[in-house]
């Protein structure tokens, strides 16, 4: 995006230190800047350290190139999961040499992929869990021996809990096109010796599950017990067994949807390209604040070598918060509170307010953008957002990507491991007719135009248990939209679906949170 003279001057500005006022005033805290108001001196203006800390964490970047760019300081505001980019000798890489063919460019020559295993793979490796990650996640999803710290879905994993580590073998991978140690736009492009940067072919959800099967040959593991995600993973699950219906004994998609909305796309739209500016009444230098492509620092994607847009990913990150959590968890959480008042309070005057960070939820907003704008590539989230956009998984969409429909799998669905060890019982085949009773819903009063062909493109998975979890104050991915998958897979046939909605107030966050109901559905489902 070209940028006006004035601007790209003003955002120059911002790498030197702010000019001192003939007026001493106090430093203090990017959170506690005051109110505008008449200056006490007409030399005085006011001071915006919120601003500045823009300038302020690009001079730290430039310091420290040579140093990793992540925290591993755990947030403190909240029940939030720990995000970090992991140690490259914390994960195992496969190097897959031969082309995967892509659904929208021509094969790529070669791929690497990282993954992180939890359990022991039975001798005839029926045990195998594949667990899909969303949007921004590393393959650290529980602490192993090379890599202590809790992972992303740490309470989910381990002996007895949800993924029960004594009963499977627990594969998970980060996506083709992230940027925790499976290639994507920030990896080195042998044909040229430089960064793919945004040379690297766009991707859809069913090229990452390609690649996740490209490692699961590599470890000789022909069928997965189950397959299963969240929001971005739930899409990839749900891909798995479209893809590989043969291969894919059980479905659980959480919180996710098989066909991207409209109020989605436009959400992640808004991360990736879109900008707002803070008006130069509000401070000293006017300040372009743009999201991701519309950051001066991106380069149309080539920035690898410079200042990466730190600024974008900052505003993209708040931008996505506010869709991951609910209206309602807030309310309780912060409710319309201040954070402490840096001034002593004036009993004859109400608390002075100000611009920058002054609401707890400001604060907390400002906070988790903090965290995430150097721990993950801009260039990735582009990548990775636009594909989850592109998921579609009605007939028509799947015809115009010349993806021909596999049939449904023809075999029963697999034992748990706990029954499959002994021999062929009446109890087996009590065990298949109770996932053919599931949980339901009341149908549609009015369904949406295009669940017949929806229901038309899940035909492959007509013949595979899945379970469906949807959450109330999902805003997201709207609960409407599980339901829309449920009712869409009962139509293709799908008699061993099982539906649950959760309550709560986590919002789209609630499949990290809530280990109570989500991990007890998940756990009874595999079980």
């Not at 914390?90 to 892509?102: A, D, F, G, I, K």
């Not at 990896?187 to 990452?208: C, E, Q, V």
């Not at 004036?346 to 611009?355: D, F, G, I, K, T």
Request: glycine residues 6%; proline residues 11%.
């Amino acid at each position: 995006m070209n940028v006006p003279k004035a601007s790209a001057k003003h955002l120059r500005l911002l790498s030197r230190p702010p000019a001192r006022s003939n007026v001493p005033h106090p430093v203090r805290a990017a959170s506690q800047c005051p109110a505008p108001g008449p200056s006490t001196s007409s030399l005085d203006r006011p001071h915006f350290p919120c601003v500045d800390a823009h300038a302020a964490r690009e001079s730290r970047i430039i310091s420290s190139r040579s140093r990793t760019l992540s925290s591993t300081i755990p947030t403190s505001s909240g029940p939030e999961p720990p995000y970090a980019r992991p140690n490259p000798a914390s994960y195992n890489v496969y190097r897959h040499t031969t082309p995967l063919p892509l659904v929208y460019a021509d094969p790529l020559p070669a791929f690497d992929i990282a993954y992180e295993t939890w359990g022991t793979l039975s001798p005839r490796k029926d045990n195998v869990i594949l667990l899909h990650t969303g949007l921004s996640a590393s393959s650290h999803a529980a602490s192993t021996d090379l890599n202590p710290a809790d992972g992303w879905w740490e309470k989910f994993i381990g002996p007895g809990k949800a993924l029960d580590t004594n009963q499977f073998f627990i594969v998970c991978t980060n996506v083709l096109g992230g940027c925790y140690g499976s290639t994507g736009p920030s990896s080195i492009d042998p044909a040229n010796g430089d960064h793919y940067a945004t040379r690297f072919p766009l991707l859809s959800i069913f090229d990452m599950v390609r690649a996740q099967f490209c490692l699961l040959d590599h470890l000789g593991i022909d069928s997965l017990y189950a397959s299963v995600g969240s929001s971005m993973g739930a899409m990839q699950s749900l891909a798995a067994g479209w893809l590989y219906p043969e291969r894919v004994g059980k479905v659980v998609s959480i919180s996710g949807t098989a066909r991207s909305s409209p109020s989605a796309i436009a959400m992640r739209f808004a991360q990736r390209s879109g900008q707002f500016y803070i008006p130069s009444s509000f401070c000293t230098l006017k300040r372009i604040l743009s999201v991701l492509m519309a950051d001066p620092n991106w380069k149309n994607g080539f920035y690898y070598d410079s200042l990466p847009p730190h600024t974008g990913m900052k505003l993209a990150r708040q931008i996505a918060t506010i869709t991951y959590r609910s209206g309602p968890e807030w309310d309780l959480r912060f409710g319309r509170k201040f954070r402490p008042s840096p001034d002593t309070p004036n009993p004859s005057r109400p608390r002075q307010p100000a611009l920058c960070p002054d609401f707890l939820i400001e604060t907390y907003l400002d906070h988790q953008g903090e965290e995430f704008c150097l721990k993950y590539d801009a260039n990735s989230l582009i990548y990775i957002s636009k594909a989850m956009d592109l998921f579609d998984l009605t007939a028509s969409a799947l015809n115009e990507l010349h993806l021909d429909q596999p049939p449904p799998r023809s075999g029963p669905p697999p034992l748990p491991p706990s029954m499959s060890a002994h021999p062929s019982s009446p109890v087996h085949a009590q065990y298949h007719h109770l996932l053919s009773h599931s949980k339901s819903h009341p149908p549609p009063a009015n369904p949406p135009l295009h669940l017949p062909d929806l229901a038309e493109g899940l035909r492959p998975l007509a013949n595979t248990p899945t379970l469906v979890l949807g959450v109330q104050s999902d805003i997201l991915f709207p609960v409407e939209q599980q339901r829309e998958v449920a009712d869409a897979l009962r139509i293709a046939g799908n008699q061993m679906v099982s539906y649950y909605e959760l309550g709560g107030v986590w919002g789209h966050d609630t499949f990290l949170l809530d280990v109570q109901n989500v991990g007890g559905a998940i756990r009874g489902f595999l079980s």
